[in-house]
């Protein structure tokens, strides 16, 4: 092969090589930050119970809300299966029961979940009180 021929395929063999290395070390960057999200169907399914951290979401159930000194316990449901989730610290405004819900945390075993961040869901209709008041609306 002539020298000119043998420098382009190290060259492009350079370039491939440190693309796979590049795909390879961002997604090993990012595998830390990948939180699954399951509903408590999923969770009573699961084989095993792992210390990975999770998400776990659905309904606040009616009536399951009770808030202590320095603890909110609340049960999650998904109308087929429920969790019952411990957190430490203040919730989001439209946390309620009857209404959508995200826990991040750990799941202690089939039935209990510890929660570090709760996320509260709205529906499409929602709007932010500050839109509403530049928009004029009530």
């Known amino acids: 092969m002539v020298k000119k021929v043998k420098l382009r395929i190290l060259f492009l063999l350079a370039i491939i090589l440190s693309a796979i290395l590049s795909v390879f070390l961002i997604l090993k960057s990012l595998e830390k930050d990948v939180v699954f999200f399951l509903s408590p169907t999923d969770v009573k399914v699961l084989k095993t119970i792992d210390t990975k951290k999770i998400r776990v979401g659905g309904m606040v159930k009616d009536k399951s809300i009770s808030i202590s000194s320095e603890k909110i316990n609340f049960v999650i449901t998904d109308f087929k299966n429920e969790i019952s989730v411990s957190y430490s610290g203040s919730v989001p405004n439209l946390f309620a029961e009857n209404k959508g819900v995200v826990a991040e945390g750990f799941l202690e075993d089939r039935n209990y ?23 004029g609306e009530k």
């Not at 996320?119 to 009180?129: C, F, R, T, V």
């Open 113 to 135: 979940f510890k929660a570090v961040k709760i996320l509260a869901k709205h529906d499409e209709n929602y709007m932010p009180p500050e839109v509403k008041e530049a928009l």
